[in-house]
T-cell receptor
Framework: EADIYQTPRYLVIGTGKKITLECSQT?????MYWYQQDPGMELHLIHY???????EKGDLSSESTVSRIRTEHFPLTLESARPSHTSQYLC????????????FGSGTRLTVV | AQRVTQPEKLLSVFKGAPVELKCNYS??????LFWYVQYSRQRLQLLLR??SRESIKGFTADLNKGETSFHLKKPFAQEEDSAMYYC????????????FGTGTRLQVFP
């Protein structure tokens, strides 16, 4: 089934660890996004990609990095996790030719202890 | 600066009552606006978009450029409407992206 998948759903990790949050979509969308959301707050764009080998930083500064080697895959990496990185991370995708509707993944809730 | 404001964090109504979730925006260009909904334990999903002028699950939203508003309305709330609702503005220049409001939690009591 065409969809967007995020793993893991929940992650608790110690300070200083390197982590990668996975995001894959099987809808053939060219654009992909990472949003960060703290409880009760708005979603903030931290990374986006318009296609393979295209990555840009969003409006909210983030110490994370992303890569887009394949159309369907847009992983987010934190080289050294800190408690300030504790948040929910939402991946989304869209198609340029669509009316800008985003499809969101289920999210990864990250806790750094 | 582009901004989306949802003034109510929580809106509680009884089943059958009318519902209006408020959304105001600031944007210098021609706005494209959306409502997203997140039901309990489900992912964020598109509810409706203003360019489609559609009614989804009984909800409608009209863009009022004079008041810079895009309020979400439903004449008779149902318990299954209980969810988190986000208004979003599409910015099409520089970085094209969705700018979200802080969300309003709708609680519909039986």
């Amino acid at each position: 089934e065409a969809d967007i998948y995020q793993t893991p759903r929940y992650l608790v990790i110690g300070t200083g660890k390197k982590i990668t949050l996975e995001c894959s979509q099987t809808m053939g969308h060219d654009k992909m996004y990472w949003y960060q959301q703290d409880p009760g707050m708005e979603l903030h764009l931290i990374h986006y990609s318009y296609g393979v080998n295209s990555t840009e930083k969003g409006d909210l500064s983030s110490e994370s990095t992303v890569s887009r080697i394949r159309t369907e895959h847009f992983p987010l990496t934190l080289e050294s996790a800190r408690p300030s990185h504790t948040s929910q991370y939402l991946c989304a995708s869209s198609q340029s030719t669509d009316n800008y509707g985003y499809t969101f993944g289920s999210g990864t809730r990250l806790t750094v202890v | 600066a582009q901004r989306v404001t949802q003034p109510e964090k929580l809106l509680s109504v009884f089943k059958g009552a009318p519902v209006e979730l408020k959304c105001n925006y600031s944007y210098s260009g021609s706005p494209e606006l959306f409502w997203y909904v997140q039901y309990s334990r489900q992912r964020l999903q598109l509810l409706l978009r203003h360019i489609s002028r559609e009614s989804i699950k009984g909800f409608t939203a009209d863009l009022n450029k004079g008041e810079t508003s895009f309020h979400l309305k439903k004449p008779f709330a149902q318990e299954e409407d209980s969810a988190m609702y986000y208004c979003a503005l599409y910015r099409s220049y520089n970085t094209d992206k969705l700018i979200f409001g802080t969300g309003t939690r709708l609680q519909v009591f039986p």
